[in-house]
């Protein structure tokens, strides 16, 4: 009779059982970032969400000065300074408010509020994570009396302005170049 010869299974060696254990963590590390990126490009149509550049050139600056509207066209040697301020104040982030502001409050921040406006020719997008539908106006809050949210971005395509604001992270090159200009930020 022939004995059969038993087959012995390797052993797993340690280092063996460490390479398993570290692609395993690479792979639920490369799903979770995947989805984090994934989802939200997905939702909100945007590959880019969450890049923070902007450089758009508006056709119109308005700085709204406690209800007294102030047109600074490009020809005015104080344009490109006040594109260039509001748009690095933008860059430097933003979120998506929790809260909106409804009319009372926004009738409120035109009487009291000191706002900059950009006007587009053509509508412009911002890279938000939840979406950000292209439009030809944007607004910011730069400060004001009886206000308690400021540094807050609107943005509108028509008359009314969208009541969700996205929440600018630091305002200070906007209210230095409004300061530069003799505006009371």
Known sequence: MAQAVKRRRPKTSPQRAGGSLL?????????????????????S???????????????????ID????IEIEPSDPRF????????????????????????????????????VEALYAEPVRLHVRGGFTPTKRLQILVSGKNIHTTQALFRSNEANWDPIP????????????????????
């Open 80 to 115: 490109q300074a006040l594109v260039d301020a509001f748009n690095t104040s933008i860059t430097r982030g933003y979120r998506n408010a929790s809260m909106g502001f409804s009319e009372e409050t926004r009738k409120l921040v035109d009487q009291n509020g000191l706002l």
């Open 166 to 185: 996205l929440i600018l992270s630091d305002l200070s090159p906007l209210k230095a170049e409004l300061t530069r200009q003799g505006f009371d930020t």
């Open 45 to 63: 149509g945007d590959l880019l969400w969450f890049s923070t550049q902007f450089d758009a050139e508006p056709r119109l600056m308005t700085v």
């Open 23 to 43: 692609s395993l963590l690479a792979i639920i590390g490369l799903l979770a970032g995947g989805f984090y990126y994934i989802f939200p490009a997905i939702t």
């Open 66 to 69: 406690r209800g007294q509207r």
